[in-house]
């Protein structure tokens, strides 16, 4: 009869859609979250476990072994891998990669984990005759064991070495005599923080916070709806204070890194709690180091950007999405899924409430109130009872533009400066041309490896793709017919700000976008001028739509957003919508009135006429209308398969084979199948691109279906030359 052996399944980081099988020692210790070194190939891979049963060797006899066990403890509970399980189960996409997705950076290398504790070395009492015998036999230690000794609260190894720098013998042997102590300290920026008094709640904002908190015991989606300015973030505040005072965590979703050092600053000087943030910017040591304070509790509020979500925690009570409407919270590359819809499902798991925040929320959160654990609130008037500013249309289609601007805005501009105000130009294209071309032959400066034209980016004398980054030098002639005169058309933020600094010389201009902004701390010191309120021209894309406060910005100008009113993407009106009413309540949040100004060249279009003299409420019912009339999200579910190859006949070969399930499945279901088609941006980095869309008015016909075809598409081989993603619930068709 064969021994038993412990068989294990493990998720590794690979496109594949099944776990990977290897053998545990006899008495290892092994519980699901845990990472354990495997060999993979010639090589060796990390691998999370999921799994373990034990089975006779006889059914295994060319599996292999584990090599070693990385952790002591699973880095991942029992939770949070339920969750990834949902996650994956919900958004076909393989278990390996969530896994990986929801372990911080340093935790997805093959090897063990670091402390992230600061060590500290302190000095035991000692006798003054073992002190001076030490002296005269070994001064190296005297020295080392004096410092100690005068430290009230030890030295770490930093001091250490200024005290000498060959410190660790010394250090070692004093240990081992048992006079000197190696200890730990957490290595917190907050416990240096002087708290701060919260602004006194208005009696609406009192009223809802009353609200909620008799609510905190439960899974309950609060929707907060609030004008730009009416204070969500004081209500977030006070909620998360309740939580702490219970002995729970928060985590504090935003949607942008320029908004976190802003309010990590404001987060940490009012809840003197440990506050800890976490997203791109950081380096891989910084980001586990969060992870690690919120796990272990030393940290009580977690502050980042979508990936925040996946935070461990012993004792989670509150999640809060501020901005929730924005697309940034939706993942478009690698694994696909919205941290909105994922903290909802994560909340209800746990049975604790989830706090959605916007001035505009998305369509899908609007619909969803009919449901019964959805609860509104709503703040409809600014904190100081300052008037949002109403929306004036600048009609641009007669009028010649200087560089993107009317003369109308011009004149504006100059008013609020000399009034001491500040203003805020929102043009959602960085570079300085988006078009170069040649009027001899009709040559445009196409990039190579997408179907997308290359933005002239003059600082650098570069055209530059911004879909794959592909750069090359600016022409001196026509690369077709030779021709020496190339000109360049549109503008962008490079182009807007020269031409500002030319016309108000003694004003400061300040650009805002990815060419000109390379990390938070950058972002805070471009910044300066505006908080100190003085004079200043903001020129900027969708990095200054969200979140920020700047209450001496008095005139707000958009340029060129007639490109959404004929866009294809179908979210286009909801989008304006939401892009105009956040960017126009930037102005006029102190005690300065505020105005707003939008150019078009399309003044009778009835969204535009709209914008001027609706609340977001009244706008977002005909969006909803005309999407319920065609049935389009929210009022259906959309899968879209995309395929990128290295020809489009391959990938819309791949399609058809894919679709040719999908018929064979979908006979009685209410399941419309669009494509396959190439994709809108057809060629990207070099590759092809076609999708297929499934779409249906009924949730359940559409999971029915997915449930059906995954073990079929796993058929379907991914390959270098053609990759299958599926993306479900995607932002476009």
């Known amino acids: 009869m064969s021994q038993p052996a412990k068989i294990c399944s493990f998720a590794l980081s690979l496109p594949v859609y099944h776990l990977f099988d290897y053998e545990l020692l006899e008495g290892a210790k092994a519980i699901p979250g845990m990472r354990f070194k495997l060999p993979f190939g010639r090589g060796q891979k990390m691998g999370v476990l999921v799994a373990c049963q034990e089975q006779p060797i006889s059914q295994h006899k060319n599996i292999k072994a584990v090599l070693t066990k990385l952790d002591e403890e699973p880095l991942l509970s029992s939770h949070l891998m339920q969750l990834a399980c949902w996650l994956a189960d919900y ?12 372990l911080p950076g340093k935790a997805r290398k093959v090897e063990p984990l670091t402390e992230t504790r600061v060590q500290i070395w302190t000095a035991n009492p000692i006798e003054d005759e073992i002190l001076m015998s030490i002296r005269r ?4 230690q005297y020295d080392v064991l004096l410092a100690l000794k005068q430290s009230a609260n030890g030295l770490n190894a930093a001091e250490l070495r200024q005290i000498h ?9 004093l240990q081992s005599r048992g006079l000197v102590e190696r200890t730990y300290r957490e ?21 809802i916070c009353s609200q909620m908190s008799l609510l905190t015991e439960q899974f309950l989606v609060h929707l907060l709806q609030g004008v730009t300015g009416s204070g969500k973030t004081e209500v977030y505040l006070e909620l998360m204070l309740q939580v702490i005072q219970q002995g729970k965590q928060v985590i504090y979703l935003v949607p942008e890194i320029g908004l ?22 950081l380096t891989d040591l910084q980001r586990y180091q969060s992870w690690d304070q919120f796990k272990r509790g030393i940290a009580q509020v977690i502050i980042g950007t979508r990936s925040a979500l996946f935070s461990e925690s012993q004792n989670l009570g509150l999640i809060i999405i501020d901005e929730e409407h924005d697309a940034s919270f939706r993942q478009q590359d690698g694994i696909r899924y919205h941290a909105r819809d994922v903290a909802i499902k994560r909340a209800q798991m746990l049975d604790i409430p989830v706090v959605l925040g916007s001035a505009t929320p998305s369509l899908e959160s609007l619909h969803n109130l009919s449901k019964p654990h959805y609860r509104l609130y709503r703040l409809d008037t600014r904190v100081n009872n300052s008037k949002p500013p109403t929306i004036e249309l600048l009609d641009c289609s007669q009028v010649p533009l200087n560089t993107g601007c009317s003369p109308q805005l ?11 105000g500040q203003v805020l130009l929102y043009l959602n294209r960085r570079g300085f041309a988006p078009v170069v071309m040649c009027h001899e032959c009709g040559w445009q400066s196409s990039c190579y490896q997408c179907d997308a034209r290359m933005t002239l980016h003059q600082s650098v004398n570069k055209l530059i793709c911004h879909h794959c980054g592909f750069s090359v030098m600016v022409p001196h002639k026509c690369p077709d017919c030779g021709v020496k005169e190339i000109r360049h058309y549109g503008v962008g933020t490079q182009q807007l700000e020269e031409f500002l600094k030319l016309q108000f010389p003694t004003v400061e201009v300040i650009r805002i976008d990815r060419d000109s902004v390379k990390s938070s701390k950058h972002f805070e010191l471009k910044m300066k001028p505006v908080r100190e309120g003085n004079p200043c021209i903001l020129v900027g894309t969708q990095m200054l739509a969200k979140g920020h406060d700047y209450p001496h910005i008095t005139l707000v100008g958009l340029l060129d957003s007639d490109q959404a009113l004929y866009s294809s993407f179908y979210r286009a009106s909801e989008r304006l919508v939401q892009t105009v009413l956040q960017v126009s309540g930037r102005a006029g949040r102190a005690e300065k009135k505020g105005q707003a100004l939008l150019q078009t060249a399309f003044p009778s279009h009835p969204l535009m006429l709209n914008l001027c003299h609706q609340s977001y409420s009244e706008l977002v019912t005909g969006i909803l209308q005309e999407r319920e009339m065609v049935r389009f999200p929210p009022y259906a579910r959309v899968v879209t398969f995309q395929v990128d190859a290295v020809e489009l006949a391959l990938a819309m070969q791949k399609l058809d084979q894919l679709k040719q399930i999908l018929t064979e499945l979908n006979t009685a279901s209410p399941v419309k199948i669009i494509g396959p088609m190439p994709a809108l941006m057809t060629r990207r980095i070099g590759r092809f691109r076609a999708q297929l869309s499934i779409l249906s008015d009924n949730t359940q016909a559409i999971r029915q279906i997915l449930q059906q075809l995954m073990p079929k598409i796993q058929g379907i081989r991914n390959t270098a030359k053609s990759r299958l993603t599926i ?3 995607p932002l476009d068709l």
């Open 727 to 729: 993306d479900v619930d």
């Open 410 to 420: 011009l004149k504006a501009i100059k008013q609020h400066l000399n009034a001491q």
């Open 165 to 173: 720098e060959a410190w660790h013998q010394p250090v070692k042997i």
């Open 91 to 102: 958004y076909c996409q393989p278990l390996g990669e969530v896994l990986f997705q929801f």
């Open 187 to 207: 290595n917190l920026s907050f416990s240096k923080v002087n708290l701060q008094p919260g602004f006194k709640l208005t009696e609406n904002q009192q009223k």
């Open 137 to 140: 036999k070994a001064p190296r």
């Open 260 to 281: 976190t050092p802003q309010l990590l600053e404001r987060l940490q000087s009012r809840l003197g709690q440990g506050v800890v943030s976490s997203h791109s910017a």
